[in-house]
């Protein structure tokens, strides 16, 4: 086999270690429990700038709790909306260390979330987008017992 098939002469790749987006300006650090645990789990292993980054991130983290009235979207909450040619999606809303848009949960400062904070089962809220505007109804809300 030739040479220039084999791995025997490339270097190491490099470790990726996940950029922590920043929060806007004045914007408290809020967590779920799970994000928090998440954050000190992750700091049980990080050395260096990486340790750092994530002792500041802890040291500001707000855990924020279920609001009072469950029936209105905050920081969170899980939340189903159906768009208009009635495909559902399901969302939580989290803070910005735990979002992952693949597995549905999204932070509290995107547009989406954004859209949906306040909402109730039965409103409708707009999306918008560069290309265009999405109404998506609001069919369900839950949150995580304490």
């Keep these: 086999m030739s040479k220039a098939f ?3 002469d490339r270097a190491e790749q490099p470790v990726v270690i996940r950029h922590r987006p920043p929060l806007p300006e004045g914007t ?3 967590v ?7 954050l000190r789990a992750e700091l049980a292993t990080a050395s260096g700038a990486r340790r750092l980054e994530l002792e500041r991130r802890i040291a500001s983290a707000v855990v924020a709790m279920p609001p009072a009235d469950r029936d209105e979207i905050r920081f969170g909450a899980h939340v189903t909306t159906r768009d208009e040619r009635d495909a559902i999606q399901h969302v939580q809303i989290v ?7 693949a597995a549905g949960r999204i932070a509290f400062v995107a547009p989406l979330a954004r859209a949906l904070i306040g909402g109730r089962v039965g409103d409708s809220v707009t999306l918008g987008t ?8 609001i069919v369900a809300i839950e949150y995580d017992d304490l």
């Design 6 to 8: 084999t791995n025997e």
């Design 28 to 30: 408290p650090n809020y």
């Design 32 to 38: 779920t429990r799970r994000g928090l645990q998440s």
């Design 95 to 101: 803070g910005v260390d735990e979002a992952d848009p």
């Design 130 to 137: 560069p290309a265009s505007a999405e109404e998506l109804e």
